[in-house]
């Protein structure tokens, strides 16, 4: 039996950085990557086939789409004192199969989100010193509760406003007259699904904003002065690129959201940033002591 020790300074932080190759960082990520990528299909395999109803056993996975459907796309609309029936089609023959596997997709995501969140931080703690890593903790709870908010924000409202305001766009082009499909239920499925996994990311933007100023990653003055310009600009195209409103509404109202909320978060980060500085200024001590014992079979 061979003990490996592990030393760090007397004061909690880390050792002075030594370089590891590229090549073992890597490996590393593929490592991690590899593991998130099970977990996801686990995830999926075990959330897909539990029962909604017992009694003739109706899966979530076929439960799931159909719920999402029925409670994103209006069943009617009324345009100018006309009420029109949404429709919708399917053109592919295979849509239904395409679909459940866009379902079980998109479960384990969200079933596999605490593994995620562990595997990065895993990947990330070495670098970190203990007050970071205690916040990186505490942090990572935020980014699940984040990504879920995301999701359920897209379903309940990014999702249908964006969708009534499409078709009554249609309605508006078209006179009313000879609407009567509105869009294949295979792409419209997977519209929901990238649009509520995107808004999902995009609600946690201000939070990788507020973490990489807070640990000096971007210097805070990539916000002063009029570089602010450059944050609304870059929110707009966010706001874009998750709603599928082509009127413009949508655009506007989640890309000032993000913006205002990467502005506080900045804001938030540069004084965390400041405060982290303080502490680096204390040098560790050269008296060094054990602090873990790991133990490796020869």
């Given at each position: 039996?061979?003990?490996?020790?592990?030393?760090?300074?007397?004061?909690?932080?880390?050792?002075?950085?030594?370089?590891?190759?590229?090549?073992?960082?890597?490996i590393e990520l593929s490592i991690r990557?590899?593991?998130?990528?099970?977990?996801?299909?686990?995830?999926?395999?075990?959330?897909?086939?539990?029962?909604?109803?017992?009694?003739?056993?109706?899966?979530?996975?076929?439960?799931?789409?159909?719920?999402?459907?029925?409670?994103?796309?209006?069943?009617?609309?009324?345009?100018?004192?006309?009420?029109?029936?949404?429709?919708?089609?399917?053109?592919?023959?295979?849509?239904?199969?395409?679909?459940?596997?866009?379902?079980?997709?998109?479960?384990?995501?969200?079933?596999?989100?605490?593994?995620?969140?562990?595997?990065?931080?895993?990947?990330?703690?070495?670098?970190?010193?203990?007050?970071?890593?205690?916040?990186?903790?505490?942090?990572?709870?935020?980014?699940?509760?984040?990504?879920?908010?995301?999701?359920?924000?897209?379903?309940?409202?990014?999702?249908?406003?964006?969708?009534?305001?499409?078709?009554?766009?249609?309605?508006?082009?078209?006179?009313g007259n000879k609407l009567i499909s509105?869009?294949?239920?295979?792409?419209?499925?997977?519209?929901?699904?990238?649009i509520s996994i995107a808004t999902g990311?995009?609600?946690?933007?201000?939070?990788?904003?507020?973490?990489?100023?807070?640990?000096?990653?971007?210097?805070?003055?990539?916000?002063?002065?009029?570089?602010?310009?450059?944050?609304?600009?870059?929110?707009?195209?966010?706001?874009?690129?998750?709603?599928?409103?082509?009127?413009?509404?949508?655009?506007?109202?989640?890309?000032?959201?993000?913006?205002?909320?990467?502005?506080?978060?900045?804001?938030?980060?540069?004084?965390?940033?400041?405060?982290?500085?303080?502490?680096?200024?204390?040098?560790?001590?050269?008296?060094?002591?054990?602090?873990?014992?790991?133990?490796?079979?020869?």
């Amino acid at each position: 039996m061979t003990t490996l020790r592990r030393e760090l300074p007397e004061d909690g932080n880390p050792p002075h950085d030594t370089e590891r190759p590229i090549m073992d960082h890597i490996i590393e990520l593929s490592i991690r990557l590899k593991r998130i990528f099970i977990a996801i299909i686990i995830s999926a395999g075990i959330l897909s086939f539990i029962p909604v109803d017992f009694k003739y056993y109706i899966p979530l996975i076929s439960y799931f789409p159909n719920y999402v459907i029925q409670h994103v796309i209006p069943q009617t609309v009324t345009w100018k004192g006309h009420t029109y029936t949404v429709y919708i089609a399917q053109y592919n023959p295979f849509a239904g199969f395409n679909i459940l596997i866009k379902s079980a997709l998109l479960l384990g995501l969200l079933g596999a989100s605490p593994v995620i969140a562990k595997e990065i931080y895993e990947y990330v703690e070495p670098a970190l010193y203990p007050h970071e890593k205690a916040k990186l903790k505490k942090l990572s709870i935020v980014a699940i509760g984040l990504f879920l908010t995301g999701i359920i924000i897209a379903f309940l409202v990014v999702l249908p406003v964006a969708f009534r305001i499409m078709i009554i766009t249609s309605i508006a082009v078209t006179g009313g007259n000879k609407l009567i499909s509105f869009t294949d239920v295979e792409q419209l499925f997977s519209t929901i699904v990238l649009i509520s996994i995107a808004t999902g990311i995009a609600l946690e933007t201000p939070l990788i904003v507020y973490l990489l100023v807070s640990f000096g990653v971007i210097d805070e003055k990539w916000f002063q002065g009029d570089n602010w310009k450059y944050v609304l600009f870059g929110s707009m195209i966010l706001g874009a690129a998750i709603s599928p409103d082509p009127s413009g509404i949508g655009m506007l109202v989640i890309g000032t959201v993000m913006f205002l909320s990467i502005m506080g978060a900045a804001k938030l980060g540069i004084k965390e940033q400041r405060k982290n500085k303080q502490l680096r200024k204390v040098r560790p001590k050269k008296v060094l002591k054990p602090v873990e014992t790991l133990n490796k079979v020869n």
